[in-house]
């Protein structure tokens, strides 16, 4: 009996142990796993190596989004969600990236995140970064940003467009012909991300000349003219920054200034 007794004692032992260390792995696994799958989301993922060159360095002229966050933590699957859409509607515009604070826990201590989730606004400096508050839908991060992104776009009317065009003939210019009032802020941003490759000029509806001596019907409508060719190119994609961005990336050349032709960083470098 006594052996039987001890026999009995050692099982339960054992499946002790056994329970105890499938919890250490079933809590270890879900630590280790992400919310944000690196083979489909737009967002960049930063950690201490690349931080500084990613956000920190970027910080004259980009406004960028972290989502600061832990698998685990209360919240942060649902912003997921939401923040995954931002990301693939509006990444260009920001850089909108993600950080794993148990991958990253080095990054999160420098960046001081002491409890997750986080969505951090890093705008051009000088003014400070700050913790996002409010909806996490697209166009609610869309407009805590929208008014950090600056570009340098000139009105061109009928008096001023042939000077906007034919001065410094080797930078090609573009024009958006629009019907609406205000600045697009895919416009603005992608004359800062141009900046010194591209010149940008916006043609109101009410500039008919200008309109009828490119042969623009509808709006909007972005083309691109150089100096020192005839024709104009008409772009014909979506009015989405990542397609407007390749077509007028095809139209800087390497010897107008600001240099080589541009390109978009890369997360993993």
Known sequence: QDKIKISKMNKSKIFLIVL?????????AKKKQTLYDPA??????????NFDKQIT????KLTSFVHYFKSDDDGSVAISLEYEKFAKEM???????????????????????EKTPVVRVYPPNPVPAFNYE??????????????????????VNSTYVNKFINDSPSVPKALLFTDKTNVPLLYKALSVSFDQKIFFGIVRKSEEEIFDKYKIKTTPKLIIVRPTEKKHYVYSGEMKYQAMFDFLN??????VPGG?????DKPWL
């Open 91 to 113: 990444q260009g515009v920001f850089k909108i990236g993600v950080v794993d604070c148990y991958e990253a826990w080095d990054l999160c201590e420098k960046e001081k995140i």
């Open 250 to 255: 095809i139209y800087t050349e390497t010897f």
């Open 20 to 28: 105890l260390g499938l919890l250490a792995l079933s809590a270890f």
């Open 134 to 155: 409010g909806e996490y839908d697209t166009k609610s991060l869309t407009k805590a940003g929208a008014r950090f992104v600056g570009g340098q776009v000139q009105e």
């Open 40 to 49: 489909k989301t737009s967002a960049q993922f930063y950690n201490k190596g």
């Open 57 to 60: 360095k970027n910080r004259n």
């Open 260 to 264: 080589d032709r541009n390109e978009q």
